[in-house]
């Protein structure tokens, strides 16, 4: 008797047929004697419903009864796109149940290379679902599947690089177990080089390859290098300290081996406690990475004559999108191996021009000395042409850029951009101050900044205008509190009845610092409302007030918190006694508040207006 499905089987064969499979109904298998001559290739979906039901949802039990049955169904074709039932348990996401089957088909190696309508084996299913154990457990089982590519001639590893590259492990891992064998030959194929560069780009620069496609691609992903990275001090710091080693450098013979492993151990199980360890270290080791990839480019360009070499970077744009993206350590690599790059002039635009134009301040102090007179100088001296040209990019403004966007309020834009201009003003020939074809670089600048120059005076105003209101509000009510001292005056000599205690002698200081400190934000403010906002004033005279107003309105609301726990303590002291601290916790509360959310502000603001210079030279050769 011809084996015929169970009665559970039979019961499933009405069941809906899950909407995303595809199946086709044909003619039913062979009733004849003996075991169901069942090929490889597609028969009817009725007979193989309830096994494709049974690998969506998992259901190894109910899989392996049919297989008992049907030892032939492992290798059947079960739906119409020719997919076997290990592509299906591929796409169900059931790595137990994808592993039992793997086991089960293991002694049949071709099993596990059979192919749906698109030449894809299970693997590249697998890849493409981000399942690393199903991935594991084939390539353990046949690792000749990481040669077998499909249709559009891609094997597993470039599917890792491209649709599947937010599963780094799973690139990394088809990488160290793919070799460069038949029928495919993945790592000198023509088709290596793009399954690099998607690489690159996804972020797993664990690849060397020559090539100026793969430095381009790095340009285009700046946030894959510290200079590009927005991390706060405490970042920075924790940063600088954390070890990444890559597996082909050798451990530093300077210190001791032993000392070296328990810090690398430490470190690593603070990765696993304090998640930001994590990010930090994965911002590091992709910066390590790419740098070291770059390197080992550089090194293959190095191998070629002089001629090859200017052709390359000449007629390429590497190191014009590394400018202009900010990407200084790539700028430095390639100038360290190529020192008259620091020559260059792609299209006849210096590097310096375009550092200035993207407003870039690393980069630019890559080109920066300390004179003899210990001033600020370009190197190399740009000539009148290049000059002009460096000149032109410091007055235009674009809006759009990034280091633009990043300074909080027009006002301080203004400033950058006047800092900017000054700053290549004073590294330029002194008759560019005042020579220019059609007047002077000034009058451009001002020209093309008018709109930022209106945005930066209406953003002073509001800004004077409210923080004004608040100082005078405080110094009204730190005037009034002056005369009504907590426990009442003297009939006969004015003199407080309190006048001894500490805390009248707190509230009659902090009251009167609080007043001084809010009338004298009132003036200040007050003189930003009538400045004559020329563009000249943002660059130090219009920050520098409303750093100081802003300073003085946080203090006056200090002491005005201040004079009110003592007011409240001396009339509280005796009865309640318990109540100092819930005071002074209350208390606090609205400074913490106001610290929370204007100090950041008014860091930005004194960073921008005492800060380092723009002009600050960085040497290649560190």
């Given at each position: 008797m011809?084996?015929?499905?169970?009665?559970?089987?039979?019961n499933?064969?009405?069941?809906?047929?899950?909407?995303?499979?595809?199946?086709?109904?044909?003619?039913?298998?062979?009733?004849?004697?003996?075991?169901?001559?069942?090929?490889?290739?597609?028969?009817?979906?009725?007979?193989?419903?309830?096994?494709?039901?049974?690998?969506?949802?998992?259901d190894?039990?109910?899989?392996?009864?049919?297989?008992?049955?049907?030892?032939s169904?492992?290798?059947?074709?079960?739906?119409?796109?020719?997919?076997?039932?290990?592509?299906i348990?591929?796409?169900?996401?059931?790595?137990?149940?994808?592993?039992?089957?793997?086991?089960?088909?293991?002694?049949?190696?071709?099993?596990?290379e059979?192919?749906?309508?698109?030449?894809?084996?299970?693997?590249?299913?697998?890849?493409?679902?981000?399942?690393?154990?199903?991935?594991?457990?084939?390539?353990?089982?046949?690792p000749k599947?990481?040669?077998?590519?499909?249709?559009?001639?891609?094997?597993?590893?470039?599917?890792?690089?491209?649709?599947?590259?937010?599963?780094?492990?799973?690139?990394?891992?088809?990488?160290k177990?793919t070799?460069?064998d038949?029928?495919?030959?993945?790592f000198?194929?023509?088709?290596?080089?793009?399954?690099?560069?998607?690489?690159?780009?996804?972020?797993?620069?664990?690849?060397?390859?020559?090539?100026?496609?793969?430095l381009?691609?790095?340009?285009?992903?700046?946030?894959?290098?510290?200079?590009?990275?927005?991390?706060s001090?405490?970042?920075?710091?924790?940063?600088?300290?954390?070890?990444?080693?890559?597996?082909?450098?050798?451990?530093?013979?300077?210190?001791?081996?032993?000392?070296?492993?328990?810090?690398?151990?430490?470190w690593?199980?603070?990765?696993?406690?304090?998640?930001?360890?994590?990010?930090?270290?994965?911002?590091?080791?992709?910066?390590?990475?790419?740098?070291?990839?770059?390197?080992?480019v550089?090194?293959?360009?190095?191998?070629?004559?002089?001629?090859?070499?200017?052709?390359?970077?000449?007629?390429?744009?590497?190191?014009?999108?590394?400018?202009?993206?900010?990407v200084?350590?790539?700028?430095?690599?390639?100038?360290?191996?190529?020192?008259?790059?620091i020559?260059?002039?792609?299209?006849?635009?210096?590097?310096?021009?375009?550092?200035?134009?993207?407003?870039?301040e690393?980069?630019?102090?890559l080109?920066?000395?300390?004179?003899?007179?210990?001033?600020?100088s370009?190197?190399?001296?740009?000539?009148?042409?290049?000059?002009?040209?460096i000149?032109?990019?410091a007055?235009?403004?674009?809006?759009?850029?990034?280091?633009v966007?990043?300074?909080?309020?027009?006002?301080?834009?203004m400033?950058?951009?006047?800092?900017?201009?000054?700053?290549?003003?004073?590294?330029?020939?002194?008759?560019?101050?005042?020579?220019?074809d059609?007047?002077?670089?000034?009058?451009i600048?001002?020209?093309?900044?008018?709109?930022?120059?209106?945005?930066?005076?209406?953003?002073m105003?509001?800004?004077?205008?409210?923080?004004?209101?608040?100082?005078?509000?405080?110094?009204?009510?730190?005037?009034?509190?002056?005369?009504?001292?907590?426990?009442?005056n003297d009939?006969?000599?004015?003199v407080?009845?309190?006048?001894?205690?500490?805390?009248?002698?707190?509230?009659?200081?902090?009251?009167?610092?609080?007043?001084?400190?809010?009338?004298?934000?009132i003036?200040?403010?007050l003189?930003?409302?009538t400045?004559?906002?020329?563009a000249q004033?943002?660059?130090?005279?219009?920050?520098?007030?409303?750093?100081?107003?802003?300073?003085?309105?946080?203090?006056?609301?200090?002491?005005m918190?201040?004079?009110?726990?003592?007011?409240?303590?001396?009339?509280?002291?005796?009865?309640?006694?318990?109540?100092?601290i819930?005071?002074?916790?209350l208390?606090?509360?609205?400074?913490?508040?106001?610290?929370?959310?204007?100090?950041?502000?008014?860091?930005?603001?004194?960073k921008?207006?005492?800060?380092?210079?723009?002009?600050?030279p960085?040497?290649?050769?560190?």
């Amino acid at each position: 008797m011809a084996t015929q499905p169970s009665e559970e089987q039979g019961n499933l064969d009405h069941a809906e047929q899950p909407a995303d499979v595809r199946v086709s109904v044909g003619s039913a298998p062979s009733q004849s004697g003996g075991a169901p001559e069942i090929s490889v290739e597609q028969v009817g979906g009725r007979y193989y419903r309830p096994l494709l039901q049974a690998t969506f949802k998992g259901d190894w039990e109910s899989a392996k009864r049919f297989l008992e049955q049907d030892s032939s169904s492992n290798m059947a074709t079960i739906t119409s796109r020719s997919e076997t039932m290990l592509h299906i348990a591929a796409f169900s996401a059931h790595d137990q149940f994808f592993e039992n089957l793997v086991e089960i088909l293991s002694p049949h190696p071709e099993a596990l290379e059979m192919v749906d309508c698109d030449g894809r084996t299970a693997l590249h299913i697998a890849v493409l679902c981000g399942r690393i154990r199903m991935v594991k457990a084939l390539v353990r089982r046949n690792p000749k599947l990481t040669q077998l590519p499909d249709d559009e001639g891609r094997v597993p590893w470039a599917m890792s690089a491209l649709e599947a590259s937010m599963h780094k492990e799973i690139a990394w891992f088809l990488a160290k177990n793919t070799t460069d064998d038949e029928p495919s030959h993945p790592f000198s194929s023509s088709s290596a080089i793009d399954t690099i560069i998607d690489l690159t780009y996804a972020g797993h620069h664990g690849i060397r390859f020559e090539g100026n496609s793969i430095l381009y691609a790095l340009t285009m992903m700046p946030s894959h290098f510290l200079s590009r990275t927005r991390l706060s001090v405490l970042e920075t710091l924790i940063c600088k300290r954390i070890p990444v080693d890559l597996n082909y450098k050798p451990t530093d013979k300077n210190s001791d081996p032993a000392l070296q492993r328990l810090t690398r151990s430490l470190w690593n199980a603070a990765k696993i406690v304090v998640p930001i360890i994590k990010r930090l270290h994965e911002v590091k080791l992709r910066h390590v990475v790419a740098v070291e990839l770059a390197k080992q480019v550089c090194i293959a360009i190095a191998s070629k004559d002089t001629t090859e070499i200017n052709d390359f970077w000449q007629e390429g744009q590497v190191l014009v999108r590394a400018t202009a993206r900010g990407v200084s350590e790539l700028v430095k690599l390639c100038i360290q191996f190529f020192p008259e790059l620091i020559w260059i002039a792609p299209n006849g635009v210096s590097l310096v021009a375009h550092a200035v134009k993207y407003r870039r301040e690393r980069t630019l102090g890559l080109f920066l000395k300390v004179s003899s007179t210990n001033e600020m100088s370009l190197v190399p001296a740009p000539t009148l042409e290049k000059t002009k040209r460096i000149m032109k990019e410091a007055a235009e403004y674009k809006p759009t850029l990034d280091e633009v966007i990043n300074v909080s309020g027009a006002a301080f834009r203004m400033q950058r951009e006047l800092q900017w201009f000054k700053a290549v003003e004073s590294c330029t020939m002194p008759i560019m101050r005042t020579y220019y074809d059609e007047g002077t670089y000034w009058k451009i600048f001002v020209d093309k900044h008018k709109d930022l120059l209106e945005s930066g005076e209406k953003w002073m105003k509001d800004t004077a205008n409210s923080c004004m209101l608040i100082s005078t509000l405080i110094a009204t009510v730190l005037f009034a509190a002056a005369f009504t001292m907590p426990g009442g005056n003297d009939d006969k000599t004015g003199v407080p009845l309190l006048l001894g205690q500490d805390s009248i002698l707190v509230f009659a200081i902090s009251d009167g610092l609080g007043l001084f400190s809010s009338v004298t934000a009132i003036l200040i403010f007050l003189a930003i409302l009538t400045s004559r906002y020329e563009a000249q004033d943002f660059l130090e005279s219009l920050p520098r007030k409303i750093i100081m107003g802003l300073s003085l309105l946080f203090l006056s609301l200090a002491f005005m918190l201040v004079a009110f726990a003592a007011t409240l303590t001396t009339v509280l002291d005796k009865r309640l006694e318990w109540v100092l601290i819930p005071i002074a916790l209350l208390a606090s509360l609205p400074v913490a508040l106001f610290v929370v959310l204007q100090l950041p502000l008014l860091y930005q603001m004194v960073k921008s207006t005492y800060g380092p210079s723009i002009l600050r030279p960085e040497s290649i050769w560190e």
